[in-house]
């Protein structure tokens, strides 16, 4: 990896530590979460799985995809 993508990698987990942005994130989900039913229907997925379940996620280049 060249010194700008290093530099560049380094700066955004700085970023995303310092800031709590994965606890930013998961607090945001459960206020999302709150409004959905959470039972479980006959395709074994609850409200939201169904929602979100063809939203595109961000995956680590070389991930195989679900």
Same mark, same amino acid.
């Given at each position: ?25 998961? /607090? %945001? ?9 959470? *039972?479980?229907?006959? !395709?074994?997925? =609850? /409200? %939201? ?9 961000? *995956?680590?280049?070389? !991930?195989?995809? =679900?």
């Amino acid at each position: 990896m060249d010194k700008s993508k290093s530099d560049y990698a380094s700066e955004t987990c700085r970023f995303i530590d310092e800031w709590e942005i994965t606890h930013k994130l998961a /607090d %945001i989900r459960s206020l999302i979460s709150e409004k959905f039913d959470t *039972s479980l229907g006959d !395709d074994d997925m =609850d /409200d %939201i799985e169904r929602a979100m379940e063809g939203v595109k996620c961000w *995956s680590k280049e070389g !991930d195989v995809p =679900d």
